[in-house]
Each structure stands twice: as structure tokens, then as C-alpha cells.
């Protein structure tokens, strides 16, 4: 079966840096995502990862390791309004994507 | 309109009725989808459509089904509502099909059937 794994909360302080993990098991890899989504909103489109290797985008950056089968998010100079959750989603071999639970982010002063 | 828009915002529903969930979007995208989140779980597809005028199914489609008559509106219904289907409904589009393409999500209906 497909499976996307992730660690259900985490809690970080305010200024520091936190590393959130994903695992995936898919039939096939077509790229892998993250979202961020605030509670009772909708989810908004963080990074992409389709090779090996970190993309870094501000604060934010996204490492993939295929052969692993492992991403992680990482999140620096956190701020209050990063608390929210964060979805991994990884694209399968019909070009759908498959999605973790997410990992709630508690930010705390 | 700018981006994609969900209505109705919320909705109780008695079980056995009919509803019909509404999607729209502006910015031209070939790609629509219908997602439903639930506590614990990750975003289910529903169905999905990679252009106007096609249709497919996607991880959890029973007792919901959807039309894409033209590139804007891609609404989901729910024939005979039961409890089980009480969940957060999102729709997103993306450029394309292809799971290269970011999709971008409305704002979701929390639809509870009692």
C-alpha cells in the first residue's frame, strides 16, 4: 500500500529552528511537496522537491532523499505565525498525490 | 473572483438529502480536484478532472460524483448524504495534470450530515 509518514506535533520556540520528517512509501515517485495549512484555512503551497538535494526558499528549506524514501522541512528564525500544520504529499505512479496526516506545529514564545 | 472560490462556507445536512458542492476558479487551470480531510487523516481525493469535459475517480469516490462542463466550475454532489460523509471538503485546480504543477486550494465547506 501508499503510505506517508509523519510525526503528528511538534513543538518548537520562538527564534529557533525545527526540522519536520516525512517518510513515504508510494508506487512510483513523481515529486514531493509541502504545504502549510493554518488551522481552518485552506493549505498553501510551500516547496517541491522532484531531485536529491535541499531547496532552500527564505526561512524555509526542503531536502529529499530518494533512495530513502525521506524528505524533512526545515524552518529557521521561527515566528509565531508558523504555528500551523505541515502536509507532505508525494506524487504516485498515476500522477496523484498522496498526502500525510500533517504535523501540527506548536510555536512557543 | 481571484482564485478559487467554495460555497456554500458551511452547511448541516440531514441524512438521505441531496447537495451539491460549488468550485470555481479564475485562473484558467486544465486541472480540478475534490479533496476531504477528516482529524487524523490525510487529504482523500475524491475525483479529479484533468480537463473539461473528463472526469476520474480518485481514492475515496463512493457516494459522490462531479461534472466539468467548462474549464471554471467543477462541482461535487452528494446524492444521498449519510453520516460518514461529515468531513472538510476542499477543491484545488493546478495548470495541469501532472503532479509537477502546485494546486491551489479554495478556502473549504465544512459539511456535516446528522
Known amino acids: 500500500g501508499q503510505n506517508i509518514d509523519q510525526p503528528t506535533e511538534m513543538t518548537a520556540t520562538e527564534g529557533a529552528i525545527v526540522q519536520i520528517n516525512c517518510t513515504y512509501q508510494?508506487?512510483?515517485?513523481?515529486?514531493l511537496f509541502w504545504y502549510q495549512q493554518h488551522a481552518g484555512e485552506a493549505p498553501t503551497f510551500l516547496s517541491y522537491?522532484?531531485l536529491d538535494g535541499l531547496e532552500e526558499k527564505g526561512r524555509f528549506s526542503s531536502f529529499l532523499s530518494r533512495s530513502k524514501g525521506y524528505s524533512y522541512l526545515l524552518l529557521k528564525e521561527l515566528q509565531m505565525k508558523d504555528s500551523a500544520s505541515y502536509l507532505c504529499?508525494?506524487?504516485?505512479?498515476?500522477?496523484?498525490?498522496?498526502w500525510g496526516a500533517g504535523t501540527k506545529l506548536i510555536i512557543k514564545p | 473572483i481571484a482564485g478559487i472560490t467554495q460555497a456554500p462556507t458551511s452547511q448541516i445536512l440531514a441524512a438521505g438529502r441531496r447537495m451539491t458542492l460549488r468550485c470555481t476558479q479564475d485562473?484558467?487551470?486544465?486541472?480540478m480536484y475534490w479533496y476531504r480531510q477528516d482529524l487524523g487523516l490525510g487529504l482523500r481525493l475524491i475525483h479529479y478532472?484533468?480537463?473539461?469535459?473528463?472526469?476520474g475517480k480518485g481514492e475515496v469516490p463512493d457516494g459522490y460524483s462531479v461534472s466539468r462542463a467548462n474549464t471554471d466550475d467543477f462541482p461535487l454532489t452528494l446524492a444521498s448524504a449519510v453520516p460518514s460523509q461529515t468531513s472538510v471538503y476542499f477543491c484545488?485546480?493546478?495548470?495541469?495534470?501532472?503532479?509537477?504543477?502546485?494546486?491551489?486550494f479554495g478556502p473549504g465547506t465544512r459539511l456535516t450530515v446528522l
Open positions: 484545488a485546480s493546478s495548470e495541469g495534470q501532472g503532479t509537477h504543477n502546485e494546486q491551489f
Open positions: 485562473m484558467r487551470h486544465n486541472a
Open positions: 478532472s484533468n480537463t473539461a469535459g473528463t472526469t
Open positions: 508510494t508506487s512510483g515517485f513523481n515529486g
Open positions: 522537491n522532484v
Open positions: 504529499a508525494v506524487g504516485d505512479s498515476n500522477y496523484q498525490l498522496i
